[in-house]
């Protein structure tokens, strides 16, 4: 798969390619699609133990994941998968606060789960997205 572009944003980003070899992002055509972003802290990769600003935190993810492949954040997006632990309102609403935030003119697509157990200790989210990006594409492509 040498032709497709692969990202790591600095800070978490080199640590998982370092530790687990995976990449945050992926550019396949005019969409950037993304692994799941938790509520961690970039650079000193603590993560927030309240819900609200680990839910927070993830956003702020998303959004450097996807400037650093090219995009322009969260104003392409048009799939969201959203993973809990747990479930419930609170989380739920965090996310429509966020939803609202990050994108006031448009509506994306909306998965969202709960599941026992996300991929560290601390993580109660994980939000991975796919963003549609033509400009960046053709920027990427004559490159």
């Known amino acids: 798969m040498s032709h497709l572009q692969y990202y790591h944003y600095k800070g978490w ?8 070899g995976y990449s945050q992002a992926v ?15 970039p650079e000193t990769f603590k993560f927030y133990r309240e819900i609200n600003a680990q839910i927070d935190q993830a956003f702020e993810n998303v959004e450097r994941n996807l ?5 322009k954040g969260w104003e392409q997006v048009f ?29 994306p697509i909306w998965t ?18 796919v963003a549609h990006d033509p400009e960046g594409a ?6």
């Open 13 to 20: 980003g080199e640590k998982a390619r370092e530790v687990h």
């Open 67 to 71: 400037k650093d492949a090219g995009g």
């Open 79 to 107: 799939r969201v998968n959203s993973y809990h632990v747990p479930i419930n309102n609170e989380a739920l609403e965090a996310m429509t606060r966020n939803f609202k935030k990050w994108m006031p003119n448009h509506k």
């Open 112 to 129: 969202c789960v709960g599941v026992t157990r996300l991929g560290e200790d601390d993580m109660r989210v994980e939000i991975e997205v």
């Open 27 to 41: 550019r396949v055509g005019d969409r950037i699609e993304c692994a799941g972003q938790g509520g961690w802290h």
């Open 138 to 143: 053709a920027k990427a492509s004559s490159s």
